[in-house]
């Protein structure tokens, strides 16, 4: 049984008293002047002695303790994601802004890669964001966005190259860019622009398969900017290699693609390709600078007018040769992005159309 001190405000009910029987425990403590609750009182005892307390306790999530404080981090558990489907008109900018409409409130899990996938499918020519730095020959370091055609840029090894035309020219567009850290700087680029790289020289392939299937990559070569990992190599202004540090995604403005004689130009001091085929195709840069030869002939008799019919100390020339009007347009609703060069326009348009005939004949034949 219990014990309290008579001195504890603790008091028994009159009709529940029983008087202690001569002889037994309970008359030794009533003696000695202790009070022992019956053990079926003790839940009316305790609250008792509890409600006579002073109300001066403090709430258990204020109280102190001797233990010190610590912070705990913890990852929820993401979300198992599915593949999506996404049913827009046949607009680039109306599809983007439905990915920013169905998934803005996820930017980086899902928005960014739904843009993307837009890119992949309109196969759009963004190229570079305005804020990339180009080597004028008169002007120094310039960005991207303040280059003209009749501009000569850097090229390979410290050439320069003029400017024939502006496949792209976009101040206002948002892409989504791949950002390649090396070693030195970093280049923003669209996914599937062509850049001057070989695959990381460390791999020991001998014997593989891979040696086999890939044994351009060992060298160097013109890959699509999505296939550079860390540890591969980029060629510089001076034709050395830089080592390809990280690689990630950023949403930057602008889309500028400057096509050049040669068809190459540096940015940010990486050598680059003037083009950037749909992936699908795997187009190489030869056959895509063979393609645009026209803008070049074109070009060539512009500038060749230009300078036949400058007079002496004029700073513009009599004749001038707009091209314009001399190349396909692309039919109204197609789809493109704003700034596109028409001819390339054209030339996107059918390599669309190419992709879209052959891949249920690849995808038959594969079946047999």
């Given at each position: 049984p219990a014990l309290r001190s008579r001195a504890l405000p603790v008091a028994t009910p009159p009709h529940l008293a029983m008087p202690p029987r001569a002889g037994s425990s309970a008359a030794l403590f009533d003696a000695l002047g202790v009070v022992q609750l019956h053990p079926c009182r003790t839940t009316e005892a305790a609250n008792a002695f509890l409600g006579a307390r002073p109300a001066n306790t403090v709430p258990l999530a204020q109280a102190t303790s001797?233990?010190?404080?610590?912070?705990?981090?913890?990852q929820p558990k993401a979300e198992e994601l599915q593949e999506q489907e996404l049913h827009c008109e046949n607009d680039v900018a109306v599809c983007n802004r439905e990915c920013e409409k169905l998934f803005g409130e996820k930017v980086e899990e899902m928005e960014e890669p739904c843009k993307l996938a837009v890119d992949k499918h309109f196969g759009s020519m963004v190229c570079?964001?305005?804020?990339?730095?180009?080597?004028?020959?008169r002007r120094g370091r310039v960005t991207i966005n303040e280059i003209?055609?009749?501009?000569?840029?850097?090229?390979?090894?410290?050439?320069?190259?003029?400017?024939?035309?502006?496949?792209?020219?976009?101040?206002?567009?948002?892409?989504i860019y791949l950002k390649v850290s090396y070693d030195g700087g970093e280049l923003v680029v669209s996914p599937q622009?062509?850049?001057?790289?070989?695959i990381c020289p460390d791999l020991n392939v001998e014997g593989s398969d891979f040696a086999s299937k890939y044994a351009l990559g060992l060298s160097w070569t013109w890959l699509p900017a999505e296939d550079l990992r860390p540890g591969d190599e980029m060629e510089d202004a001076s034709g050395g290699a830089v080592r390809v540090e990280a690689v990630s995604r950023e949403r930057l403005r602008g889309a500028h693609a400057p096509l050049t004689a040669s068809g190459a130009l540096l940015v940010e001091g990486i050598l680059c390709s003037c083009y950037a085929p749909p992936v699908e195709l795997c187009l190489p840069h030869q056959a895509c600078h063979s393609v645009f030869k026209p803008l070049r002939l074109i070009d060539r008799l512009r500038n060749k007018v230009e300078q036949l019919s400058r007079l002496r100390g004029a700073k513009?020339?009599?004749?001038?040769v707009e091209t314009v009007w001399m190349?396909?347009?692309p039919p109204a609703g197609a789809g493109l992005p704003e700034g596109l060069h028409p001819y390339a326009a054209v030339l996107l348009l059918a390599a669309?159309?190419?992709?879209?005939?052959?891949?249920?004949?690849?995808?038959?034949?594969?079946?047999?």
């Open positions: 001797a233990f010190a404080q610590v912070q705990i981090r913890f570079f964001p305005s804020c990339a730095t180009v080597q004028e020959r003209s055609v009749g501009d000569e840029i850097a090229a390979e090894r410290g050439d320069t190259s003029r400017v024939v035309a502006l496949l792209h020219h976009n101040t206002e567009q948002i892409a622009h062509l850049v001057r790289a070989r513009e020339p009599l004749l001038t190349l396909p347009t669309q159309v190419v992709h879209r005939v052959t891949t249920p004949t690849a995808t038959n034949a594969g079946a047999e």
